[in-house]
């Protein structure tokens, strides 16, 4: 526990204070930023910036030029940090009892500049592996330059409080009975979808992906003719160019891009599905050459019935009649029965697309009926849907069968 002090004692509200040290390096651990305040020339200033707490020590990034880290030279700097995380706005009755809902930490102390360059390139390595576990080993470790660049100031966490406020609305029963909407809007910070630096080519790494149900991990399966891995933005130029060809969007459910922007929507659109646990979209490629091919999903995922279909998939031309899809869809398939448990495996297709038709019936899936008027295509026309499914219990025959079939697949294309 921290010791209260003359400047962290509160003069109101003091139900909502609080000094304990977990509860601090709680806060300090979420919040990405602070507000760092202190005086210059006897005129006060708050910058916002960077922080990391290292067991009982806080340490603030800035830049060997600014006026902190300067002033902090020789006997350190007087300084107050503030972190605040707005947990939600509460609306009263009465204007007068609106207020918020808040976790937060103010720490006063005089910080000092770091110096030596393993406290530095600790203190560095600390705040990169805080924004993703592993980010560390992921990146490129600063430079002597770049280490000489930064400047850091260690704050020593002992003159410490925490403010909370939580719950509903506190009003006057006078208020009570007013005809106005009362109550909390929670709020939380959330991540949206990573998006790639230009020429970007790597996969978006696992800590910058939701942790979800495994029904809802796009895991990497891997065969001998494809490997299937999470889609992501940074695949769009290569699908644009291996699906370029209008025979193989003739029925699907979207147009066909004219462009990689356009490839690029479409993928920002299924890692949206991803996001909202509707959809769970693969890149195909190709496991000899390493070439982005396809695609292929997982979509009305359901855990609670184990069900899920399979969908979303187009293939570049040149790669049709290869193993490829055979195996992704033995790789699907695989991974829904034996890894999720799931009980039924549905596919559907647009009653216009024979071809369709004929594949998902070599996979040993049975016609269950036409869903009339199901979707409208890009041309405005409405989509009848056949849909198919396969369960648990057909699952043995059909996976010998496509095991045949694989090993008698011609090899994919150069």
């Known amino acids: 526990m921290y010791a209260p002090t003359d400047r962290t004692t509160a003069s109101r509200s003091r139900e909502r204070m609080s000094y304990d040290t977990g509860a601090a390096h709680a806060i300090l651990d979420e919040a990405y930023d602070c507000a760092l305040g202190f005086t210059v020339g006897g005129e006060p200033r708050v910058l916002p910036t960077l922080h990391v707490r290292i067991d009982d020590t806080l340490y603030l990034h800035g830049s060997t030029g600014s006026r902190p880290l300067l002033a902090a030279r020789g006997d350190g700097l007087p300084v107050c940090v503030a972190v605040t995380l707005l947990d939600g706005l509460v609306y009263g009755r009465s204007q007068f009892h609106h207020s918020a809902n808040y976790r937060s930490v103010v720490a006063h102390g005089t910080a000092r500049l770091v110096t030596d360059d393993r406290e530095k390139l600790r203190m560095l390595t600390a705040l990169v592996e805080k924004v993703g576990t592993g980010r560390s080993a992921d990146s490129r470790p600063p430079s002597r330059r770049e280490l000489a660049e930064t400047a850091v100031l260690a704050l020593p966490l002992r003159e410490v409080s925490v403010r909370t406020r939580t719950g509903g609305v506190r009003e006057e029963p006078a208020d009570l009975d007013l005809p106005h909407w009362a109550g909390v809007l929670p709020l939380r910070l959330t991540a949206g979808l990573p998006e790639p630096d230009a020429g970007v080519t790597a996969p978006v790494p696992a800590y910058l992906r939701q942790e979800t149900s495994p029904w809802l991990d796009p895991a990497v399966l891997r065969g ?43 993928i920002g659109a299924a890692l949206a599905a991803h996001r909202r646990g509707e959809r769970v979209p693969w890149v195909q490629r190709c496991a000899v050459t390493g070439a982005v091919v396809g695609t292929t999903s997982f979509y009305e995922v ?18 049709w009649r290869t193993g490829i899809n055979t195996e992704a869809k033995l790789l699907l398939l695989t991974h829904a029965f034996e890894e999720l448990g799931a009980a039924r495996v549905v596919w559907h297709t647009d009653i216009r697309n024979e071809r369709s038709q004929r594949a998902i019936e070599r996979l040993g899936a049975t016609r269950e009926g036409v869903l009339r008027m199901h979707k409208i295509r890009p041309d405005g026309s409405w989509r009848d849907t056949v849909q198919y499914s396969m369960t648990i219990d057909e699952w043995p025959n059909a996976q010998v069968t496509l095991r045949e079939k694989l090993r008698r697949a011609a090899p994919a294309a150069p």
């Open 224 to 266: 001998d003719h494809v490997l299937l891995e999470p889609l992501d933005l940074a695949h769009a130029d290569e699908l644009h160019a291996a699906t370029a060809d209008p025979e193989v969007w003739r029925h699907l459910g979207s147009p066909a891009p004219v462009d990689p922007a356009g490839m690029r929507a479409q």
């Open 302 to 319: 359901d855990p609670e019935r184990r069900a899920v279909a399979i969908g979303y998939t187009f293939l570049g031309r040149p790669w």
